[in-house]
């Protein structure tokens, strides 16, 4: 299977900020931080590529010098549009308690930059994202940090989510489940 | 102290019948007595040996708030060395993962084999007069008490006087080998995907041992998208539960036919099949092939667990379902929260497509993104968080479930040539497994 590092070749540095790919890419990101806020996850399907591989590493401390920082084989997610859709469709049933009631969520986005690739069809978008999720009014919320790498594709005349690879800051999750998106 | 002490006792009598005091699973006093009484000598699971199967891989793992490195030597030896400087206390290793010949101190540059032989202190001479001061040659990390291991899973004990790990896990060995020993290989395990919860460490350890009864509606929507068809209410009370010594677990019924036809129903590949029927005993066997039990969940006391369960995960019209198993540890923080460890388990031997889809079916299932854990632990931290107020301290939750008042089972165990495995087992809904783990916990919590 590809990674969104193998899918999207960048070329060069990031657009300048009035680029129109740019400003697409940004509000592209912003959009869909809405829609996994409001958990309007059946739109948010329709934002995503047939082929898309949606991958989330867990972290590990490393040596210095060790050469890797990912444990091998291993990941929170490791989706492609069938798996994620299995998801969506679960949160759809009236079974799904984790979120119900369903947590107050805010998917924070920013340093977002874009990089054209050497075909035009393709956008590498980086970006840091904070999620934080409040459930109840007991434990206290919850956070997760973590940097993307997307790979954005042309279809038609949007932009269809075609890879991402989240990078999650922590080795330990503080967070009881991953029944987000992120 | 005398009032403490009968409170304890009180708490104990009524775990031993089936009722469980509520504030066992969020009780700052108690989980200074596991710590204490429990976790201070049971075998704890740390690490898998496949996770360092070369000659200086290491891994670092705790026991409650102690590190150790397991580290493969230059012999292929397995240690377990307490992560801290003789001299000053330093952890000598600070990630948690990968290859080292040495492990040296940041502090003041003493250097550890991966062995544990303390190798290199800078100005032994000038700063100790070599030997005479520090007997550098004779020192070595602090090794754990005890280390041992079965089928590839070490365990530690804090206790230099355990009894033997094959005797305390004993008969329960006999259902750990469907999980840990599918081929000659054994197994190699991936991960663990670790994340906390603000739940008591207790609460899956039981879940886990024997709470069929919480599948069918718990895990309702799994069923509802067709990703696991098992589950349904009238199915999963045919299945089994069994307790053998340190340890218990769930089963399924599986429908009608032989050995190799109710192990391909599950989703193993004919292959695999040969391998698994050149490593179980008959009697394994025969709990499937004649008995019509494939193992699903299970717990080792105190605090690991297990999975096995064979949904559909692939995008295609037939109904094709393939297994996956998992290894849990139940990494106690304090009274209220656990550190889930969550390890992907797949026989060595097994064909590269079946590894890929049953790694695809356990992310897909358990873990941090599974969908039938996420359900459980939103469960575990509610049950947590109200455990811990002072009405929890009134109230005994009834796990008395199979037993009627007199203590007589509702439904009698099942006969050894109806269930070919140690121990004892029942069909249908019923607690004993929570029972009995609880009672292994109270023994150990009354002995000083």
Request: hydrophobic share 40%; glycine share 8%; charged share 25%.
């Amino acid at each position: 299977m590809t990674t969104s590092a193998e899918l999207g070749k960048p070329v060069g540095k990031p657009l300048p900020f009035n680029d129109t790919r740019h400003l697409q890419a940004h509000q592209f990101l912003v959009d869909e931080a809405y829609l996994l806020d409001a958990q309007d996850y059946e739109t948010w399907l329709d934002t995503l590529a047939d082929d898309i591989r949606y991958l989330m590493p867990v972290r590990v401390t490393t040596a210095l010098g060790a050469g890797f920082d990912t444990s091998p084989g291993m990941a929170h997610f490791d989706e492609d549009k069938y798996s994620l859709s299995r998801r969506v469709a679960r949160f759809a049933t009236e079974h799904a308690w984790t979120e119900d009631p369903p947590s107050r969520m805010r998917h924070f986005i920013t340093n977002v930059r874009t990089f054209a690739c050497e075909d035009e069809a393709h956008l590498v978008v980086e970006s840091a994202e904070l999620l934080f999720r409040s459930r109840g009014d007991v434990n206290e919320a919850a956070l997760v940090s973590c940097g993307r790498r997307d790979v954005l594709r042309s279809d038609r005349d949007q932009w269809k989510l075609a890879g991402r690879t989240i990078l999650v800051d922590e080795s330990v999750l503080r967070m009881q489940n991953l029944a987000v998106f992120l | 102290m005398a009032g403490h002490r009968s409170a304890l006792e009180n708490v104990l009598e009524n775990v031993r019948r089936g009722m469980i005091p509520a504030h066992i699973y969020n009780d700052k006093e108690l989980f200074e007595l596991e710590k204490e009484r429990l976790f201070s000598r049971a075998w704890v699971f740390v690490a898998h040996e496949s996770e360092i199967p070369h000659d200086g891989d290491y891994v670092v793992r705790r026991v409650l708030d102690d590190s150790f490195i397991i580290t493969r030597d230059a012999k292929g030896e397995v240690h377990a060395l307490f992560n801290m400087c003789l001299h000053r206390g330093m952890q000598v290793c600070r990630a948690e993962m990968g290859n080292a010949s040495n492990f040296r101190c940041p502090y003041h540059g003493w250097t550890y084999r991966n062995d544990g032989r303390l190798t290199g202190l800078p100005f032994h001479r000038e700063a100790y007069g070599g030997d005479d001061g520090f007997r550098r040659s004779s020192q070595t990390l602090v090794p754990a008490p005890n280390l041992a291991s079965y089928n590839g899973l070490i365990f530690i004990s804090m206790d230099a006087g355990a009894q033997p790990l094959e005797d305390f896990l004993g008969d329960f060995r006999f259902y750990l080998d469907f999980y840990t020993k599918q081929s000659r290989g054994g197994l190699e395990v991936r991960g663990p995907q670790r994340w906390r919860i603000k739940a008591n460490w207790k609460i899956g350890a039981e879940n886990f041992a024997g709470d069929m009864y919480h599948t069918p509606h718990t895990h309702a929507s799994i069923v509802d998208i067709g990703l696991f068809r098992e589950p349904k209410a009238q199915k999963r009370k045919d299945g089994a539960t069994y307790w053998a010594q340190c340890g218990g677990g769930t089963t399924y019924k599986l429908p009608p036919g032989s050995f190799d036809e109710r192990m391909r129903y599950v989703g193993y590949p004919v292959e695999m099949i040969d391998y698994i029927k050149g490593v179980w005993t008959p009697e394994q066997q025969r709990l499937v092939g004649e008995d019509g039990f494939m193992i699903s969940a299970a717990s080792c006391f105190p605090n690991l667990s297990f999975v096995h369960n064979w949904p559909k995960v692939l995008d295609s019209a037939d109904d094709d379902v393939l297994p996956f198993i998992s290894i849990r540890l139940w990494q106690p923080i304090s009274e209220n929260e656990t550190e889930v460890c969550s390890w992907f388990a797949v026989d060595s031997a097994a064909p590269p497509e079946y590894k890929k889809n049953s790694y695809k079916a356990y992310l897909m299932c358990f873990g941090s993104t599974g969908m039938f854990e996420q359900d459980d632990v939103e469960n575990w931290v509610s049950l947590t968080n109200t455990a811990g107020g002072a009405m929890a301290r009134r109230l005994l939750l009834n796990s008395r479930m199979g037993l009627l008042s007199d203590n007589r089972p509702v439904v009698d165990r099942l006969p050894s040539e109806a269930f070919h495995g140690p121990g004892y087992a029942q069909v249908g809904y019923n607690e004993n497994n929570q029972r009995a783990l609880l009672r292994l916990w109270a023994e150990h919590l009354e002995l000083a």
